[in-house]
């Protein structure tokens, strides 16, 4: 068997890490890794003030509230801190045609009755008229529609019952305040912008970054937190990119903050436009606006105008653009480099996953850490789970495209014909055929998330499992009508969303 010399699969352990990058990715990272690896390994982060992060980052899914927690946050510290709000889903506007509304909710929808899954009972009993809408029976979806959050239900006789919920916060104030918990670890921070990167001759490594004021940080793992450039991963290694704009066609984002209007709302908006579609994401102190659009079918001025036209309170500052391309790096870790946050690739967000990908980033980094030195295998293995997750994730996303009867533009007619990624399609023919999903290995989504998605841009079900039929309707009709009242109770004995917020987390208006 041919040996393979060991510079070309191998580095050694891992004692200095140089971070490259701060906003949310790169201080997420520094607070993470120094927690957990600050007594062996020392951390250094490098960013300039005079390079603006991205920062539209602002609307989070349940598996933050994870995060937060291995970092040791408080929870109404991190609220009060970030400006935060809580967040049950997404309200979707205009997706399947227009003038359609359904929020796409975290938790739980209806309740599952022995082996068979709780929607082929709704699905059989929707035919007959029995049904009511599947918001109905879904606690996160009836509480956004009312305004209501708390963290627990409390039901007479029962043990209380965790919602599952996410937050929208200021990407900046979230920064900064890792920032000062990764410092007070350890963390050191090199100001300054990168004027070379220093390779090893003899197999390409990253040996060090030269600033602009002459500092050499050197490093023996880099982690790229450069922001959609890829100053490490891509302009330095050339590691290529896997362009999937040909299914996710929108190129382009208008960002603007504006003035609150009424209280916040506990669920983000993603509405659909002729082109693309506008985000609204409240928090305590002002509201977070863009449009996401393809430049293709309208320009950046009408874009603007339709982007302004549909913000609720005014506008704070004049809209960012931002450019971008649809798709991932090859590899998220070459050499002794790892991409992570907009370095690793772009998917527009939708759901917001952005930093969720950043986390997942890290834990996977964790999980194959170099102590003892890294071999090919194991990063073959890290980057193999990376490319499966961001293609779920990425299916997820173009199923909101596809699964339309929208004709009104150009931009919806191609979407609704396009041939979407063969994984995405087995799952579509699968739930028109028989009402089923099946839930692909590394994807975050659940079976509930994919069904509200699907039932709600108005997919049908040709079928229902035969073991739903065990019921009679009577029976079957009995039981959602006592899930429909049991749902309607716990709702009403939520507190308001924003009572909820004034007395236990209520952030000090930043000046």
Not at 290 to 313: F, K, N, P, Q, W
Not at 409 to 431: G, N, Q, S, Y
């Amino acid at each position: 068997m041919m040996q393979i010399p060991m510079s070309e699969t191998e580095f050694p352990p891992v004692r200095r890490v140089v971070i490259l990058g701060g906003g949310s990715a790169g201080w997420m990272a520094a607070a993470a890794l120094s927690r957990v690896l600050a007594t062996q390994v020392q951390f250094h982060l490098v960013e300039s003030d005079e390079i603006a992060t991205v920062g539209v980052g602002e609307a989070t899914i349940p598996q933050i509230r994870h995060f937060n927690g291995a970092l040791g946050l408080d929870e109404a510290e991190f609220v009060r801190q970030t400006q935060a709000t809580f967040k049950l889903g997404i309200e979707f506007v205009n997706w399947g045609r227009p003038g359609d509304r359904y929020v796409h909710s975290f938790g739980l929808v209806g309740q599952d009755l022995g082996l068979v899954p709780f929607h082929h009972y709704w699905l059989r009993a929707r035919r007959s008229g029995q049904a009511g809408d599947l918001a109905d029976y879904a606690v996160n979806t009836l509480a956004a529609r009312q305004g209501r959050f708390a963290p627990e239900l409390h039901t007479p006789g029962q043990a209380p019952q965790a919602v599952f919920f996410a937050y929208h916060f200021d990407a900046g104030l979230y920064a900064a305040y890792l920032r000062r918990r990764s410092e007070a670890q350890g963390v050191i921070r090199h100001e300054g912008r990168v004027v070379e990167v220093v390779q090893r001759t003899h197999d390409g490594h990253i040996e060090a970054l030269v600033l602009a004021s002459g500092e050499r940080v050197e490093g023996d793992l880099f982690i790229d937190c450069s922001g959609f450039r890829g100053l490490l991963i891509e302009e330095t290694l050339k590691t290529g990119f896997d362009d999937w704009s040909h299914w996710l066609p929108v190129d382009r984002a208008l960002a603007v903050p504006s003035e609150s209007v009424g209280p916040p709302v506990p669920y983000t908006r993603a509405t659909a436009h002729g082109a693309g579609w506008q985000w609204r994401i409240p928090l305590q102190h002002r509201v977070g606006n863009g449009h996401v659009y393809c430049s293709r079918d309208i320009s950046d001025d009408e874009a603007a105008a339709t982007l302004l036209s549909h913000v609720e309170g005014r506008p704070l500052a004049e809209p960012r653009l931002l450019r971008f391309t649809t798709g991932k790096r090859r590899k998220l870790w070459h050499k002794n480099v790892v991409a992570m946050g907009l370095a690793s690739g772009f998917l527009e967000p939708l759901e917001s996953t952005s930093l969720y990908l950043v986390q997942s980033s890290i834990a996977r980094l964790l999980q194959f850490f170099p102590h003892a030195g890294c071999s090919a295998v194991d990063i073959e293995a890290h980057n193999r789970l990376a490319d499966e997750e961001f293609e779920r994730i990425r299916d997820f996303i173009i199923l909101h495209y596809k699964a339309t009867a929208r004709d009104d533009t150009a931009f919806w007619r191609r979407c609704r014909d396009m041939e979407v990624p063969e994984p995405l399609a087995r799952k579509l023919d699968l739930f028109r055929s028989s009402g089923r999903i099946l839930r692909a290995p590394q994807d975050i989504f659940t079976e509930g998330s994919w069904l509200q998605v699907m039932v709600g841009q108005g997919l049908q079900a040709a079928g229902h499992h035969p073991l739903a039929d065990q019921l009679t309707d009577a029976e079957t009709g009995h039981f959602l009508a006592q899930l429909r009242e049991s749902v309607a109770r716990q709702v009403a004995s939520l507190p308001l969303h924003q009572d909820f917020i004034r007395e236990h987390c209520a952030a000090t208006p930043p000046r």
